[in-house]
């Protein structure tokens, strides 16, 4: 059965105005659509927000598996069971509002759990190397002012798209597909407008 997996990382609830979740709820439509029966498997890090890294969870990543304590696999549990989640799914989902020009805290939390040595990525020779294989990925992102496209006044600021596509393809995956809503701070005439448009470049994308 195909696993679609889904990363929230919005504060905001879904019926309470995000509009990155809004875009992911789009996305998985029509993924479920080409396959009805994949199953999605949904980690929403504003429910159940992560605990950041420790120092234990640090060592663990660096000892040798024969070495490991006891106390040393509690630590890397977490990392462990989110790994294997990322890499069991067939489809990948994210959405993510800018916070500050970047990823929120939420997401950087489940990126530092993930991104781990000799398990998602090797270093070997002063060279660094994905470890997960390819597949989809599809990224939701919504920003609150107008202008973070490329090329427009805003782009510089922009520190959440480049930042997590640049750790997606350093883990080996390559086939992201980003979609994005801008000024979602802005009237409601003009949000409205702003989403409508933004879910028909979704469906656009499926319908290709």
Same mark, same amino acid.
């Given at each position: 059965?195909?696993?679609?997996?889904?990363?929230?990382?919005?504060?905001?609830?879904?019926?309470?105005?995000?509009?990155?979740?809004?875009?992911?709820?789009?996305?998985?439509?029509?993924?479920?659509?080409?396959?009805?029966?994949?199953?999605?498997?949904?980690?929403?890090?504003?429910?159940?927000?992560?605990?950041?890294?420790? @120092?234990?969870?640090?060592?663990?990543?660096?000892?040798?598996?024969?070495?490991?304590?006891?106390?040393?696999?509690?630590?890397?549990?977490?990392?462990?069971?989110?790994?294997?989640?990322?890499?069991?799914?067939?489809?990948? #989902?994210?959405?993510?509002?800018?916070? @500050?020009?970047? #990823?929120?805290?939420?997401?950087?939390?489940?990126?530092?759990?993930?991104?781990?040595?000799?398990?998602?990525?090797?270093?070997?020779?002063?060279?660094?190397?994905?470890?997960?294989?390819?597949?989809? #990925?599809?990224?939701?992102?919504?920003?609150?002012?107008?202008?973070?496209?490329?090329?427009?006044?805003?782009?510089?600021?922009?520190?959440?798209?480049?930042?997590?596509?640049?750790?997606? @393809?350093?883990?080996?995956?390559?086939?992201?597909?980003?979609?994005? #809503?801008?000024?979602?701070?802005?009237?409601?005439?003009?949000?409205?407008?702003?989403?409508?448009?933004?879910?028909?470049?979704?469906?656009?994308?499926?319908?290709?």
């Amino acid at each position: 059965m195909t696993r679609i997996l889904r990363i929230d990382s919005s504060a905001r609830p879904g019926n309470g105005g995000s509009r990155s979740r809004e875009l992911a709820d789009q996305i998985v439509k029509n993924l479920k659509a080409q396959e009805p029966d994949a199953e999605v498997v949904i980690r929403d890090l504003a429910i159940a927000p992560l605990p950041h890294i420790s @120092n234990e969870t640090i060592a663990g990543f660096y000892t040798p598996p024969e070495q490991l304590t006891d106390d040393l696999r509690a630590a890397l549990s977490l990392s462990d069971e989110l790994i294997s989640e990322l890499k069991s799914a067939d489809t990948i #989902v994210i959405s993510a509002p800018i916070y @500050n020009f970047s #990823v929120p805290s939420a997401l950087k939390a489940w990126v530092d759990h993930v991104v781990r040595i000799n398990q998602t990525f090797s270093y070997e020779d002063g060279q660094f190397g994905g470890l997960v294989a390819d597949r989809p #990925v599809y990224v939701a992102y919504a920003y609150g002012a107008v202008g973070y496209a490329k090329g427009g006044p805003l782009e510089s600021y922009d520190f959440m798209r480049p930042y997590l596509t640049l750790l997606l @393809n350093f883990i080996g995956l390559t086939s992201v597909t980003s979609f994005s #809503v801008e000024g979602t701070t802005a009237d409601d005439a003009a949000v409205s407008a702003s989403a409508v448009e933004a879910l028909a470049q979704v469906d656009a994308q499926f319908a290709a």
